[in-house]
C-alpha cells in the first residue's frame, strides 16, 4: 500500500490505527482457490482472524463461507450476510446459550470437541424438526513446529476428540435420531509452513472415515482439514498453498468427499497495517526506546508470543534524531545514533509492552509515522482496554478509496454498562 495513502488515513482517522487492504484479502483467497480447483472444496475464513463486519462482508462477497468459535462470533457473521447453513461452528468449550443460538440460526455443521458437548447437544436438539448435522473435531496427534501456544493437534492437548475415542463416539452420534454425522475434521495448530503435519493429519483421517464406513456410518459429506496456513511475517517463510493443496487433495480423493478448509490468519494476515505514531525517544541504562502511541493492548502478539512483526518508518520526524533524552538530559546524537538499534514501546505500564526489539529504525523520532506490517490476522480482534485506552479505529481500502470501519473507542465506550453508584439488591 502506498505511503502516500497510509500518512493521509493517519492524519484524518488518527492513530493508532488499523488499516486492511481489500486487494490483498482478494488475492489471497483467489490464490487458495486456485490450489485447491482439482478437488471439490469450501472455504470457511475462520472468523476469530479479523472478525470485523466489513472485512467478513468481504469474504462473503468472494464466496467464503465461515468458521466461528462463540456465539458472538455466530452474531457477527449473522449480522454480515452468511447464512446459517455455510457456518461451521468450532470451539472446546462452546456454552448451552452459545448451541442454542446455533440451533436456532440453522448452522450448517457443530464440530463436537467432547462426549459432554455432545450429551448436552443431543438434548437441546430432541425435539427439533430436523436433526442437526454434528462432525467430530478429531486430535490427529501430529506435531508442528510452531509457538506451543499455537499448536493444538498434538496428544495431550485440550483440543479435539482422541482418535482411538472417535468410533465410540460417532456411533452414538449415528444412534441419536437428533443428529446426524455429517464430518469429521482437525484443527492442527496455526502459523504451520509445513505441508507434512497436514499430510500425516488427512493419512489419518482417511483411515478414520474408511473405520467409520466400515462400522456402517455412511452420512458423511465432507472431511475438515482446519485452518492454520501460515504466512511469511517478513522474516520466515509462509506455507506455499500449492504444497498444502497436495497435501490434502488426496484426502478427498480417497474418501470421495468435499474438503472444508478453515484458514484464518492466511486469508488477512499480510492485509493489515497497524499505524502508530512516535511520541517519545529515550535513552536509559543502555536501552534505546522509541515510545509509541501504540502497545501491547492495542496489539498483543510481540508480547504473548514474542511474534516479530516488521515496521517501517512511513514519514519520519523532521526533527528526527536531534534531540534526545537521556536521563533528564537533552543531548545531541549524531546521525548514527539514531541509526542505532531500537526497542519499539507501548505507553501500558507493563515492561512486557512492545512492538519489536532490537530494529535499527532510522528516522523514528518524535511525530514520526510507523507501519507495523502483517497485522491483518489476531491484531484488532486481540486488542484490549488495560490502562483504560479505547481500542484504535479500523479502515478498509480498496484500490484509491479508503473508508472507517469502526470507530475509535471513546471515554464513555470504556465505561459503557458500569454503575458509579451500584444498583444494590438484597441477596
Ligand atoms: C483459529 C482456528 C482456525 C484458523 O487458524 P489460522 O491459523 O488463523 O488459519 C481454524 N479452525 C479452527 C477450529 C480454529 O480454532
Redo the contacts with the bound molecule.
Keep these: 500500500m502506498g505511503q502516500g495513502l497510509l500518512s493521509r488515513i493517519a492524519a484524518t482517522v488518527g492513530t493508532p490505527v488499523y488499516v486492511y487492504d481489500a486487494d490483498v484479502i482478494r488475492r489471497q483467497y483467489a490464490a487458495l482457490s486456485a490450489a485447491l480447483a482439482g478437488v471439490p472444496h469450501r472455504v470457511h475464513y475462520?472468523v476469530?482472524?479479523n472478525a470485523s463486519l466489513a472485512v467478513l462482508r468481504l469474504l462473503r462477497g468472494l464466496g467464503a463461507a465461515a468458521?466461528i468459535?462463540s456465539g458472538g462470533e455466530l452474531a457477527r457473521v449473522l449480522a454480515a450476510g452468511f447464512r446459517g447453513a455455510d457456518i461451521v461452528f468450532?470451539?472446546v468449550g462452546k456454552t448451552e446459550r452459545e448451541l442454542t443460538a446455533a440451533l436456532a440460526a440453522g448452522v450448517g455443521l457443530v464440530?463436537l470437541e467432547s462426549d459432554g458437548e455432545f450429551e448436552l447437544l443431543r438434548r437441546l436438539a430432541r425435539g427439533r424438526p430436523s436433526p442437526a448435522a454434528v462432525g467430530i473435531?478429531v486430535n490427529p496427534d501430529v506435531t508442528t513446529e510452531t509457538h506451543p501456544y499455537?499448536q493444538?493437534g498434538r496428544a495431550g492437548m485440550k483440543f479435539g476428540v482422541p482418535m482411538d475415542q472417535v468410533p465410540a463416539l460417532a456411533r452414538r452420534i449415528a444412534a441419536e435420531r437428533a443428529l446426524v454425522l455429517v464430518s469429521v475434521g482437525m484443527?492442527i495448530?496455526?502459523?504451520?509452513a509445513d505441508p507434512t503435519p497436514y499430510r500425516e493429519g488427512a493419512a489419518r483421517l482417511q483411515e478414520l472415515v474408511a473405520a467409520l464406513r466400515g462400522d456402517g456410518i455412511n452420512t458423511l459429506t465432507s472431511v475438515d482439514v482446519?485452518?492454520?496456513?501460515?504466512i511469511s511475517y517478513g522474516c520466515g517463510e509462509g506455507m506455499e498453498v500449492t504444497r498444502f493443496a497436495s497435501a490434502v487433495a488426496p484426502l478427498a480423493r480417497a474418501t470421495g468427499l468435499p474438503l472444508l478448509v478453515?484458514?484464518?490468519?492466511?486469508l488477512v494476515g499480510n492485509a493489515g497495517y497497524l499505524l502508530t505514531r512516535v511520541l517519545y525517544r529515550k535513552h536509559s541504562g543502555g536501552g534505546r526506546f522509541v515510545i509509541t502511541d501504540a502497545g501491547m493492548n492495542d496489539l498483543l502478539r510481540p508480547s504473548l508470543y514474542q511474534a516479530y512483526h516488521e515496521i517501517t518508518v512511513v514519514d519520519a520526524a523532521e526533527e528526527a534524531g536531534r534531540a534526545e533524552e537521556a536521563g533528564g538530559r537533552t543531548v545531541a546524537s549524531a546521525p548514527s545514533a539514531s541509526s542505532a538499534p531500537v526497542d519499539v514501546v507501548g505507553p501500558n505500564c507493563e515492561s512486557g509492552d512492545f512492538l519489536a526489539l532490537d530494529r535499527a529504525l532510522p528516522g523514528a523520532g518524535p511525530g514520526a509515522l510507523l507501519a507495523v506490517l502483517g497485522v491483518g490476522?489476531?491484531g484488532f480482534g486481540m486488542s484490549f482496554q488495560y490502562n483504560s485506552r479505547p481500542r484504535a479505529a479500523e479502515v478498509l481500502v480498496d484500490g484509491g478509496r479508503y473508508a472507517v470501519i469502526r470507530e475509535r473507542e471513546t471515554a464513555d465506550d470504556l465505561m459503557r454498562g458500569e454503575r458509579v453508584d451500584p444498583d444494590w439488591r438484597d441477596a
Excluded: M, W
Aim: aromatic fraction near 8%; proline fraction near 4%.
Design positions: 475462520s476469530k482472524a468458521d468459535v468450532s470451539g464440530n473435531r499455537t493444538t484443527h495448530g496455526s502459523q504451520i482446519g485452518g492454520g496456513l501460515g478453515e484458514p484464518g490468519r492466511f490476522a489476531y
